[in-house]
């Protein structure tokens, strides 16, 4: 057994977006559910929760060595053998946490999508409620308020799970993602892309998104 040692995992957009979106979800549930702010908080909130998604989704095909899909979304053998214990912890998202990282970044992105179209009937309407019908409108509506109810059972999971695996297996999944290493006897450190890449797909998605509600109403209420 080779010397323990520091290994770097997670890329700084990784780390970032990944916090960042955990702010963004915190702010949503805190403006639209408690109260907390103004609903003009919400969107916000929203808008800059769907430009993490893309950047993340986009991230996951060009980015770091770990921050590609391609490095971790594996098929049911690999799960199973994960599961059993048969394969070893890999560097970067084991294949249970590859279904986790998919679930959330479709709900999310389902949650920022519905929210678009989602309205209130009394004073706050999504940038594209208008551009569809009452009735539709209602329906991406109720859609937006199930999605906030299945986001919050699937993040209580997944704190679950980050405690499950330092009780009972002592592997932390936490402070790696704060400060980008892990401790361990084999690998290697990972592949960074290009410095300019990251700060470029994310100015295109913002970019995106901006034209995207500039292109719908605003809301009627500030």
């Given at each position: 057994?080779?010397?323990?040692?520091?290994?770097?995992?997670?890329?700084?957009?990784?780390?970032?977006?990944?916090?960042?979106?955990?702010?963004?979800?915190?702010?949503?549930?805190?403006?639209?559910?408690?109260?907390?702010?103004?609903?003009?908080?919400?969107?916000?909130?929203?808008?800059?929760?769907?430009?993490?998604?893309?950047?993340?989704?986009?991230?996951?095909?060009?980015?770091?060595?770990?921050a590609r899909f391609s490095d971790f979304v594996r098929g049911p053998r690999k799960l199973y053998a994960y599961l059993r214990g048969t394969t070893p912890a890999p560097l970067g998202h084991n294949p249970l946490g590859a279904l986790a990282v998919l679930a959330m970044l479709a709900l999310l992105l389902a949650q920022a999508i519905s929210g678009l179209f989602s309205n209130d009937e009394i004073e706050w309407y999504g940038p594209l409620s208008e551009r569809i019908s009452s009735v539709a409108s209602e329906r991406w509506t109720d859609w937006h308020h199930l999605g906030q109810q299945i986001l919050l059972v699937v993040v209580a999971l997944h704190v679950v799970a980050?405690?499950?695996?330092?009780?009972?297996?002592?592997?932390?999944?936490?402070?790696?993602?704060?400060?980008?290493?892990?401790?361990?006897?084999?690998?290697?450190?990972?592949?960074w892309a290009a410095p300019w890449l990251a700060p470029t797909l994310f100015v295109l998605c913002a970019g995106a998104v901006a034209l995207l509600v500039w292109w719908g109403p605003p809301p009627l209420a500030y």
């Open positions: 057994m080779s010397t323990p040692r520091r290994i770097r995992v997670w890329d700084w957009p990784v780390r970032l977006t990944h916090w960042a979106l955990v702010v963004c979800v915190a702010g949503l549930y805190a403006t639209g559910e408690y109260g907390l702010l103004t609903m003009r908080w919400h969107f916000w909130f929203g808008y800059a929760t769907l430009t993490l998604v893309l950047f993340r989704i986009g991230w996951g095909f060009v980015g770091s060595e770990h980050i405690a499950g695996y330092w009780l009972k297996r002592r592997e932390d999944l936490l402070t790696p993602m704060l400060h980008g290493h892990k401790t361990r006897s084999d690998g290697a450190d990972a592949r």
